[in-house]
């Protein structure tokens, strides 16, 4: 059997809460791909250095990205094992919906007997 450690809900709150931001997504995608500098990002944004500064912190409060100093720049780079753990952990939820859904699928297409239901 395999166990799988629960995260604190306070660092699930900060994943899916960095995850919920199109900007923050997009940060991720691009850092996931290359490391860049927090300069280099912010040249893509319509948005002042400071708040895809603050953008970037978000991510790295979430295990998301990780920075290092690089002379006076900020380089940051995507974090895949973060993203692995947000990946295995939405797939659990999945498996509980599907689960769900087969039972109430279930239910409707049979009646109180276990005989199929005359809408069938």
């Not at 974090?79 to 919906?97: G, K, S, T, Y």
């Not at 689960?99 to 109180?112: K, P, Q, S």
Request: glycine share 4%.
């Amino acid at each position: 059997m395999v166990v799988h450690q629960v995260p604190s809900a306070d660092s699930l709150d900060r994943l899916f809460g960095a995850l919920a931001d199109s900007t923050r997504r997009d940060i991720l995608a691009r850092v996931m791909h290359a490391e860049a500098s927090v300069s280099e990002l912010a040249a893509r944004y319509r948005m002042s250095f400071a708040a895809v500064q603050k953008h970037v912190a978000v991510l790295e409060r979430a295990d998301l990205v990780t920075k290092r100093k690089d002379g006076r720049a900020q380089r940051v780079a995507g974090n895949p094992d973060a993203v692995r753990r947000a990946n295995r952990l939405l797939a659990q939820f999945e498996q509980i919906w599907e689960a769900r859904i087969g039972r109430l699928d279930e239910l409707l297409t049979t009646n109180n007997e276990g005989e199929p239901n005359a809408c069938d």
